[in-house]
C-alpha cells in the first residue's frame, strides 16, 4: 500500500485526507507543529484502521524544521502538500514577517518538499503528489492580498511537472486540489468571516475526491471537487480581469473591512499583523490572543467586514 505523508494533518482538511489514505490502509506520517492533535489523529487511525500513522511535529515555515520533513519525503510513496494559511488583510497593511511565513508556508515548503520525494518517485517508478491549492489560484478574487498568488505556485508547478514527457511516461503522478471554500479553521485563522454556507464543501468529502483522484491508474493533474466549484475555477479563469474590478465579484481587501484606512506601517512596531495559520490550542479553533504568536491584533480582525470571494 505504501506510506503517505500529510502536511498539515493536525486538522482540518489534511487531516480528513489522512483519514482518507488511512481508509485504503496506507501508513502514515503526520506533520504540522500541533503535536498533540497528530498524536490523538495517529493513535485514532492505527486502533480504527490498523494502519502504522508516525507524528512528525514540524513548523514548516522553519528552514530546519522543513529539512527534518524533506528527509521523510524522501521515502514516501504519497507526498500531500496541503499545510496551508492566508491572510486576509491587503499586501500593503501585512508585516514583511507575516508575509514570509506565509510564502514559505504555501510556496517554500512544498517546492521543497516535492524535490525531496520526486526523484526518489522516479527511481522507484511508482508515487504520487497531492497539491493542495485554490481557486483563489485561478483568478484575482482575493484582490488585494498575496494569498492567490501563493496558491497559484503550486498549481502552477503541478502543471509544469505533470505535463513534462519524462512525468507522462512515468507511473508517478502529480495532482493539484483546486478548492473551493472547505469546512476547516481556515477562515478563522486568517481573520476572515466564515465562508457562505451555500458555497461550502465538506472536508471530509474534498479529502474523499482527492483522495480518490490520486489512486486512479492515471491520475488527474488538476482535481476540483464538486461541479460548482468546476465552473467557477473554469469561468474565473477566462473572466476578463477588468470585470473583476466590478463590484460584488471579487472581494477588495484594500477597501473595506476595519483598519483598511489605517495608513501603511507594515515593518514598524505599529504595523498592522496578521497571523499566518497562528497557533491555537489543539483543535480549539480559538484565535491568537492579543499578545500571541505573531503579535495579532484581534479587535482588528474580529468583525472584518469582507465577504470571502
Ligand atoms: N478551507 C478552505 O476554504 C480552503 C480553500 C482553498 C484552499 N484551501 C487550502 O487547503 C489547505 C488546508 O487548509 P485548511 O482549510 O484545512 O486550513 P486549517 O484548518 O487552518 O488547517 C491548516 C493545517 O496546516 C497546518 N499548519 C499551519 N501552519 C503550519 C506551519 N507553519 N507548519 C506546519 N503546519 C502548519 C495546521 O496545523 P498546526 O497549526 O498544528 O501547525 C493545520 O493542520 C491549505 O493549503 C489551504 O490553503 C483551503
Known amino acids: 500500500m505504501g506510506t503517505a505523508l500529510v502536511t498539515g494533518a493536525s486538522y482540518g482538511i489534511g487531516a480528513d485526507i489522512a483519514r482518507a489514505l488511512a481508509a485504503r490502509g496506507h501508513d502514515l506520517i503526520l506533520v504540522a507543529r500541533g503535536a498533540e492533535s497528530l498524536d490523538r489523529l495517529a493513535a485514532d487511525l492505527a486502533a480504527v484502521r490498523g494502519v502504522r500513522a508516525r ?19 524522501y521515502g514516501a510513496d504519497i507526498l500531500v502538500n496541503n499545510a496551508g494559511a492566508g491572510l486576509g488583510r491587503s499586501f500593503e497593511r501585512t508585516r514583511w514577517a507575516d508575509e514570509q511565513r506565509m510564502l514559505d508556508l504555501n510556496v517554500v515548503a512544498p517546492a521543497r518538499l516535492i524535490h525531496a520525494a520526486l526523484p526518489a518517485m522516479l527511481r522507484r517508478g511508482d508515487g504520487r503528489i497531492l497539491n493542495v491549492s485554490s481557486v483563489a489560484a485561478a483568478g484575482p478574487v482575493w484582490q488585494g492580498t498575496s494569498y492567490g498568488a501563493a496558491k497559484a505556485f503550486g498549481l502552477a508547478l503541478t502543471e509544469s511537472l505533470a505535463y513534462t ?55 488527474p493533474v488538476t482535481c476540483v471537487p464538486s461541479l460548482r466549484y468546476k465552473l467557477l475555477a473554469g469561468l ?26 489605517r495608513p501603511a506601517a507594515a515593518d514598524t512596531e505599529a504595523g498592522a499583523a496578521q497571523p499566518v495559520g497562528a497557533r491555537t490550542g489543539p483543535g480549539e479553533g480559538r484565535s491568537v490572543g492579543a499578545d500571541g504568536e505573531y503579535g495579532v491584533l484581534p479587535a482588528e480582525t474580529r468583525g472584518h467586514g469582507e465577504r470571502q470571494p
Open 165 to 219: 514527457r519524462l512525468l507522462r511516461a512515468s507511473p508517478v503522478a502529480l495532482t493539484a486540489l483546486v478548492l473551493g471554500h472547505t469546512t476547516s479553521q481556515f477562515h478563522e485563522r486568517a481573520g476572515i468571516p466564515p465562508s457562505p454556507p451555500l458555497l461550502t464543501l465538506a472536508s471530509p468529502y474534498v479529502a474523499e475526491r482527492a483522495v480518490r483522484a490520486i489512486h486512479r491508474r492515471r491520475p
Open 236 to 261: 474565473l479563469r477566462h473572466t476578463p480581469r477588468r470585470l473583476l474590478a466590478l463590484p460584488g465579484l471579487a472581494d477588495d481587501f484594500t477597501t473595506a473591512g476595519p483598519g483598511a484606512d
Open 55 to 73: 507524528t512528525l511535529p514540524a513548523d514548516l515555515t522553519d528552514g530546519a524544521d522543513l529539512e527534518r520533513v524533506a528527509s521523510a519525503a
